[in-house]
Structure formats: C-alpha cells, structure tokens
C-alpha cells in the first residue's frame, strides 16, 4: 500500500520549468531593450559630437580638444557605452541560449523517464490485473455457483473489486499505467483515436450531435456566496441532477457575485457525466459529450452552455463580456470548463479569468496563459488520468493533489474518491484559507478574494436538455 501524503502536493504555476524559462527570456529580452536605449543614448552623444560648432573650435581649440575627448571616451572607451550595449546584448543572447539548453535538457530527461516508465508500467498493469483476476477466479470457485451465469456474474463482481481496492490502495499504480498506455497509444494519437470512437459510434446510430440543445431558464434567487475550494465543490454536487431528474436536462449554475471592491463577477458552475448512455438522453452531459471532450471535438454542450451564461447575464441587466467569469466543473464538468476557456470564440463573448476544475482530465488541453487554471485531483482518482497525460508543466497552471477523505465511517474506493463531495471534503480539511497553505494557494486565494469573498450573491440557473 502507498503511503498517505503529508499534505496537498502542489506543482506547476510559479514553480513549473515553463515560468523559468518564462522568466529567463523575459529577463534576456528587458536586457535586450536596455542594450538598444543605450545604443540610442550613443547615437545621441555622436550626434552631439558631431554638431560642435566650428568657431568655437577654433575660438577656443584646447577646450573643443578637451570635449571631444570626453565624447569619444564616453562612446569608446574601455567601460563606454558602446562597450556596454555590446556586452547587454551578449547577455542576453546568452539568457536565451542557457533557456533553450534548459528546456532542451528538460524535455531529455522527461523522455528518459518515460522510456523507464513504460515497460515498469506495462509490466506492473499485467501483474496487477493477473493476480486480481486469479484470486476473483478462485473465489468464484470456492464460492460453488450453481449456474454458469451465476459463475460468470460472480467472477466479474469480484474481480471488478478486486481491482477496484488494489487501485484505490496503491494510487501510483494509476501513474505508471498511464505510462505504460503511450506504448499503444501515443500522446499525439490520443485525440484521434477517441475521435474514431466516437465517429465509429455516431455510425452505428449513438452520440447524436445534430439536434440543438434546448437553454430554458430557471426563476433567479438570492443566494450564499461561495467562500472557498471546498464551497466551488459543493456547488459541483448542488448542480447535478438526482437520478428522478435526469430526464430533465443538465443543470449549470452561473452566481453572480457581488465583490469587496463593488465589482460584479460570476462563477459558473458545469456538472459532471450525469448519464452515461450512448444512445443520446436527453441530458446531454452524457458519454458523447465526454467523448467529444476527450477527443477536442464540436459538442453541442459549448454553444448551450454559452446561452445559458448569456441568458444569466441579461436578466442581471448585463452586458455579457463586460463582468470577469470563473468557469469551475468536475469530472466531465471540468473538461468542458476548461475547453471552453480554451476556446477564442467563447474567450470573445465573455471575459474569462479563471479556471477550476475537480477530477477532470484537462492535461492536454492548453488553456492561454492569461487564464489561470486550478486542477484538483486525487492520488486515488482514475479519472484525471485517463487522457493518458502525466502532469502538465505550465505557468498558469497549478496542480493540487490531495489523499482522497472519504466520509466518516465509510471506507474509501475507487468511485467515492472522484465523487464531487469527497473533493469538497478534502478541500476541507486541506484547502482551507484561513490555514497554513502553499504559498501558490496562497496566492491563487489573493487573486481570487474578489470572486470568494463577495458581500451578496444570486444564482441563475438553466436546464439544458436535448430534445426528443
């Protein structure tokens, strides 16, 4: 069994390889620009040099002598101007080779890693599931079913838990299995095969994508605002539909916030896969919209969810684009979140600042850097993983993985640690502000004050549903 973290494993952002090598040509360029003003300043003392009047050179040679002396020492000399623009931009140019070298270095040691990872995660997947499919075959047999069926069904329920408990008690399995699949899926062909899938479906008559969604709006009511992580988490929980309302349609939630600082901002919330038919339901956050979020894909979900947010906005008498917007989902739900942030034609519509996102794959989807993007995830959650994509190295990207926290009395599985509640939880107990935090959450709390600490609130709420 893996031992449990000490605390929330924060990575990417501030520390990540990108901001250094962001930080390095940034330096190397103002050292560039420093280097032209000062060739400028030369120019000028030329000029200067060059305009001195003739009479009084000649009225007064020794003190023209003198001044153009000084000129020439101040242009050319050892430590003169033109020396020091020369060695400006020598260093600059140096910042720029030493970030290309780093980032080169960079992306050779990741290759090697991955070259180890591979065959260990291969290899580690297949002994993992032999020895559970063993044991799930001799308890089925000890257990003497009394029918084929009976057999068959028992074998797969054990085996399902089996691997269910192996997985939920040794979470790094999950990262060297994710590995281990690039060696029949390459990165670069992940999109399309899920794209295949999905074209192979809409074939056979599954993941319809042609019927426009139908946006109705729900009667605005005042409400809490959210304070912190663990309260964007329940708002993830409040927005899926029970079971009995399903058929409904999916439920996205846009609260407009009213800030300290008398700005209005909005959090909208995007619910995860509430049903997973692929015979196109009528709540469209189903297993073709997951399918075409994996694969980067069109998904009638965008253009709706969009008109839902406009809807919100207009009857808060607003003009959409004109207030910041926090795009938060879970699951299926951060996906979409964060392919519309994304997504310059959304980007375009509406001002979009930030990005949170729960137990959702999102590593391949790159998000500009002027958004800021917070990805949650469990060491025990399969499902941020199954882009086949091991963390992501970006500036604006800060990666919290945290031990799963299952209820009180319960014992964790595989299933609770992605629930939207057991995210809320750990949240909690890990990501409370007003707790020593890493400085990164520190300071993603600090940009984040206005949107979590407003003085009033009211939610505007859509069903999006797809129609018979």
Do not use: C
């Not at 058929?247 to 901002?265: E, F, K, M, S, Y």
């Not at 809807?311 to 519309?340: K, Y």
């Not at 209820?407 to 299933?415: D, E, L, T």
């Not at 992605?418 to 750990?426: C, E, N, Q, V």
Request: overall charge neutral; cysteine-free.
């Amino acid at each position: 069994m893996d031992a449990p973290l000490d605390g929330p494993v924060v990575t990417g952002g501030t520390t990540s390889v990108d901001a250094s090598l962001q930080d390095m040509r940034s330096h190397a360029g103002r050292i560039d620009r420093s280097g032209d003003e000062v060739r400028r300043i030369v120019r000028a003392v030329t000029d200067l040099g060059v305009a001195l009047p003739p009479t009084s050179l000649a009225m007064s040679p020794a003190t023209g002598a003198a001044v153009t002396s000084h000129l020439a020492m101040l242009v050319l000399g050892r430590h003169g101007l033109t020396g020091l623009a020369v060695r400006l931009e020598v260093l600059a140019r140096g910042l720029r080779l030493t970030a290309g070298a780093y980032e080169h270095a960079d992306q050779v040691a990741r290759a090697t890693l991955e070259r180890v990872q591979i065959p260990v995660g291969v290899a580690i997947t297949v002994a993992v599931v032999a020895r559970e499919a063993g044991q799930a075959a001799a308890g089925t047999a000890l257990a003497q079913p009394t029918s084929v069926d009976t057999a068959m069904g028992e074998l797969k329920d054990r085996f399902v838990d089996g691997l269910g408990t192996s997985v939920y008690a040794n979470p790094d399995l999950t990262n060297l299995a994710v590995s281990g699949a690039r060696r029949y899926v390459p990165g670069e062909e992940f999109e399309q095969e899920i794209a295949f899938l999905l074209m192979t479906g809409r074939a056979l008559g599954a993941f319809d994508h042609h019927r426009t969604l139908t946006v109705r709006s729900l009667p605005p009511r005042a409400d809490t605002p959210v304070r912190d992580l663990s309260g964007l988490m329940k708002a993830q929980k409040e927005v899926l539909s029970t079971p009995a309302e399903t058929d409904r349609g999916t439920r996205v939630r846009a609260q407009r916030v009213l800030g300290p600082d008398g700005v209005h901002r909005w959090i909208v919330s995007v619910p995860g896969t509430q049903d997973w038919s692929p015979l196109s339901p009528a709540n469209p956050s189903d297993l073709g919209s997951n399918l075409a979020a994996l694969a980067g894909k069109s998904n009638p979900l965008y253009p709706a969810i969009a008109e839902s947010l406009e809807l919100a906005m207009r009857q808060a008498g607003v003009r959409p684009g004109s207030e910041p917007v926090m795009l938060a989902g879970h699951s299926q739900g951060g996906l979409v979140a964060t392919r519309l942030a994304a997504d310059s034609a959304f980007r375009r519509r509406f001002n979009v600042t930030s990005v949170v996102t729960a137990g959702a794959p999102t590593g391949r989807i790159a998000v500009p850097r002027d958004i800021s993007v917070l990805s949650l995830e469990h060491r025990q959650d399969v499902v941020p993983r199954l882009d086949a994509r091991n963390a992501v190295d970006r500036s604006n990207v800060v990666r919290v993985v945290l031990d799963d926290s299952p209820a009180p009395g319960r014992q964790g599985s595989v299933a609770s640690a992605h629930h939207p509640l057991t995210y809320a939880r750990s949240a909690q107990a890990h990501l409370d502000p007003d707790a020593p935090l890493d400085p990164q959450l520190r300071q993603w709390y600090s940009n984040h004050d206005d949107f979590l600490n407003g003085t009033a609130a009211t939610s505007y709420e859509s069903l999006i549903r797809r129609p018979p």
